[in-house]
Structure formats: C-alpha cells, structure tokens
C-alpha cells in the first residue's frame, strides 16, 4: 500500500484536477490537503466535492484556523461526518498563531476526541516573508504531544528547516509522526534528510509524501529507492534500501486510523533491480 500523505491541489479547475488526478495514480492513495485560504468553509467544501467524487483513491484534510473558526462538536461534525473530511491541516506560521494558544489547545483537545490526525504544515509556506517562522519549529508541538497523547500528529516537510527538532519529536512521542516530502532536485538535503533519520532509528515513524504540485509521487519514489546511488561515488553512509522501501509502502492511512472502504491497494509498482552494492547496504 504506498499512500501520498501530502498533496495539494491548486484549483478545482480541469486542469489543476487533471494534472492532480494523474499524479495520485502513481500511489494506492492520496492525502490532499486543503490550501490555505481565508474562506475557509468554502475551500473545504469544494475539497469535500473533489474527494468524494474521487473517493476509490482520495482522502481530504480540512483547513481550520483555531483561532479564527468556531470548532464546536457541531462545526467538526460538519467537516467529518457531512463533508467526509478525514484529518485538518494548520498553516500556524502563516495563519500567525502559535501552536500552543490557549484556543489551539483546545481544539487538539477536541480532535483528539474524535480520533483524527493533524497535520501541521510546514515547509515554503514558513519561508515566505511575511511568516512567523518561529511557528513552525516542531518542538513547539513537544507540549502538545505531552498535553495530548493519543493525538496523532504529522509534522509537514520534515519540518524543514529545522530537521533535528523534527527528529527528536518523532523520537520521543509515540504518535508524532514526520512527513518525508522531497524534492528530488535538492540530493544533498534528501540525502542529509534520510540519513539522519536512519541514524536515529526512526525510520519507521515516517510517513512518505510528495508534496505535490511541487514534486511529483513517481519522481519521489524513484529517488528514494535509487538513494544510495545519490552519492555512490563518494565513501558517505548508505541507508539499508528496506528501510527506504518501507517508507515508501507504509500504510499511512492505517497508521493514522483513518477508515476508508472505498480505497484498496492496487499491485505494487515494480522497483528497479538492487545493485550488488545496495544490497549490501
């Protein structure tokens, strides 16, 4: 089961939904994740339309600013039961919250309730120029984890830029989990990404995404599982190509105890042969 945990889609027009629909059939399923945007309930809304109609291969994440958003029982019942939303997103570096304000907590105190993941969205977004990046740094989230602790919680891009927080979060909660989106182009940050966390043994608390439009599903699988050839002709560290594989096939949406009838694994996609080298490894 290779489930994209992170994606996005532009626009609901036939382009932007063309191009997205072609990306998710690289994977068994696709997280996407609602933008950010001040009109909130109608994003989310119109993501609900999208995914339901797409919902062999789909899952969606509502937007919310806790800070901003009535999220009584009734209003999250709206976004999961009625819409068939099945996760929220927070943009808290752009939204300008920090992500332990007293109306933040209670909304995790609510999620947590329900069940549901959170995923808190880093990456290019923090680095705009009007972005509270401090925000962003995932041992914010350390009170939240120690406040909440059957919140299952994804930190976005490996919380970039602040990786080794990102690690020893993961590390340390037993439902923090990191969002291993690449992009394929930037070999030194993958590969310092990834051996990090294999050196840290925490391999098996990451999730894989795409981050797509940015990148794309098929392009990330293959230079994740061409990793160790990143640098093959340096004597740098390799990552065992299981562990790497691994990631890839999580069952993401199991992990997070997101229900979904309609997806089913399609046959896994043919890895290209290991070399005698990344065997060894």
Same mark, same amino acid.
């Given at each position: 089961?290779?489930?994209?945990?992170?994606?996005?889609?532009?626009?609901?027009?036939?382009?932007?939904?063309?191009?997205?629909?072609?990306?998710?059939? &690289?994977?068994?399923?696709?997280?996407?994740?609602?933008?950010?945007?001040?009109? =909130?309930?109608? &994003?989310?809304?119109?993501?609900?339309?999208?995914?339901?109609?797409?919902?062999?291969?789909?899952?969606?994440?509502?937007?919310?600013?806790? !800070?901003?958003?009535?999220?009584?029982?009734?209003?999250?019942?709206?976004?999961?039961?009625?819409?068939?939303?099945?996760?929220?997103?927070?943009?808290?570096?752009?939204?300008?919250?920090?992500?332990?304000? *007293?109306?933040?907590?209670?909304?995790?105190?609510?999620?947590?309730?329900?069940?549901?993941?959170?995923?808190?969205?880093?990456?290019?977004? *923090?680095? +705009?120029? @009007?972005?509270?990046? @401090?925000?962003?740094?995932?041992?914010?989230?350390?009170?939240?984890? +120690?406040?909440?602790?059957?919140?299952?919680? !994804?930190?976005?891009?490996?919380?970039?830029?602040?990786?080794?927080?990102?690690?020893?979060?993961?590390?340390?909660?037993? =439902?923090?989990?990191?969002?291993?989106?690449?992009?394929?182009?930037?070999?030194? #940050? &993958?590969?310092?990404?990834?051996?990090?966390?294999?050196? =840290? *043994?925490?391999?098996?608390?990451?999730?894989?995404?795409?981050?797509?439009?940015? *990148?794309?599903?098929?392009?990330?699988?293959?230079?994740?599982?061409?990793?160790?050839?990143?640098?093959?002709?340096?004597?740098?560290? &390799?990552?065992?190509?299981?562990?790497? +594989?691994?990631?890839?096939?999580?069952?993401?949406?199991?992990?997070?105890? !997101?229900?979904?009838? #309609?997806?089913?694994?399609?046959?896994?996609?043919?890895?290209?042969?290991?070399?005698?080298?990344?065997?060894?490894?």
């Amino acid at each position: 089961m290779i489930v994209d945990c992170h994606t996005h889609v532009r626009s609901l027009d036939e382009t932007d939904i063309s191009e997205h629909l072609a990306a998710a059939e &690289t994977v068994d399923a696709c997280v996407v994740l609602a933008t950010l945007d001040e009109a =909130r309930e109608r &994003t989310n809304e119109n993501l609900a339309g999208y995914v339901s109609q797409h919902g062999e291969r789909l899952v969606g994440f509502a937007v919310v600013d806790p !800070i901003k958003d009535d999220f009584s029982e009734k209003r999250l019942t709206h976004l999961t039961d009625k819409l068939g939303l099945k996760g929220f997103v927070l943009y808290c570096s752009m939204s300008g919250f920090h992500p332990t304000h *007293s109306k933040a907590m209670r909304f995790y105190a609510a999620v947590q309730e329900m069940g549901l993941p959170i995923f808190f969205h880093n990456g290019s977004h *923090s680095l +705009r120029a @009007e972005a509270i990046l @401090e925000y962003t740094q995932p041992y914010l989230l350390d009170e939240v984890a +120690r406040s909440y602790p059957d919140l299952k919680i !994804i930190i976005g891009n490996m919380g970039v830029p602040f990786v080794e927080q990102t690690l020893s979060m993961v590390a340390k909660h037993r =439902r923090v989990y990191a969002d291993l989106t690449i992009r394929p182009s930037k070999v030194w #940050q &993958t590969y310092n990404i990834v051996v990090a966390a294999h050196e =840290r *043994s925490v391999m098996d608390k990451l999730l894989f995404g795409s981050g797509f439009p940015l *990148s794309d599903a098929g392009d990330c699988i293959e230079t994740l599982l061409g990793f160790n050839m990143l640098l093959s002709d340096t004597k740098l560290p &390799t990552v065992p190509r299981g562990s790497i +594989r691994n990631v890839i096939e999580r069952d993401s949406l199991e992990l997070l105890n !997101i229900e979904h009838e #309609q997806i089913r694994p399609v046959e896994p996609v043919e890895a290209p042969p290991a070399t005698s080298e990344q065997e060894d490894a």
